[in-house]
């Protein structure tokens, strides 16, 4: 059974930096696409970054482009989130996933493990 474990949330102020780290294991990692996804309190799931299996292509959500970026470990089964440059608007939980394929997904049905989450709050 693949479980992901995400660390490294926290209290932030506006322009501050986190690094989100999620750790998998019970199951292969290096051939699937990760992604990092994040829930505001009483708002819906959305989409934050992907990378493929081989970290040859990353995407973005448009509000975090040239803030976050997305990395992954294969010899360490880890995959990380380097936030800059936070605003309020990004406190949310962060969810890490991991997809279906090997090739990068903005969409939640193309995943189908999910992390607990890690709170991160940005105070303004």
């Known amino acids: 059974q693949v479980q992901l474990v995400e660390s490294g949330g926290g209290l932030v102020q506006t322009g501050g930096s986190l690094r989100l780290s999620c750790a998998a294991s019970?199951?292969?990692?290096?051939?699937?696409?990760m992604g990092w996804f994040r829930q505001p309190t009483g708002k819906e799931r959305e989409f934050v970054a992907a990378?493929?299996?081989?970290?040859?292509?990353?995407r973005y959500a448009d509000s975090v482009k040239g803030r976050f970026t997305i990395s992954r470990d294969n010899a360490k089964n880890k995959v990380y989130l380097q936030m800059n440059s936070l605003k309020p608007e990004d406190t949310a939980v962060y969810y890490c996933?991991?997809?279906?394929?090997?090739?990068?997904?903005?969409?939640?049905?193309?995943?189908?493990?999910w992390g607990q989450g890690t709170q991160v709050t940005v105070s303004s």
């Open positions: 996933a991991r997809a279906r394929y090997g090739s990068t997904s903005s969409y939640m049905k193309d995943y189908d493990y």
């Open positions: 019970g199951g292969t990692f290096s051939s699937y696409a």
């Open positions: 990378i493929s299996w081989s970290s040859g292509s990353a």
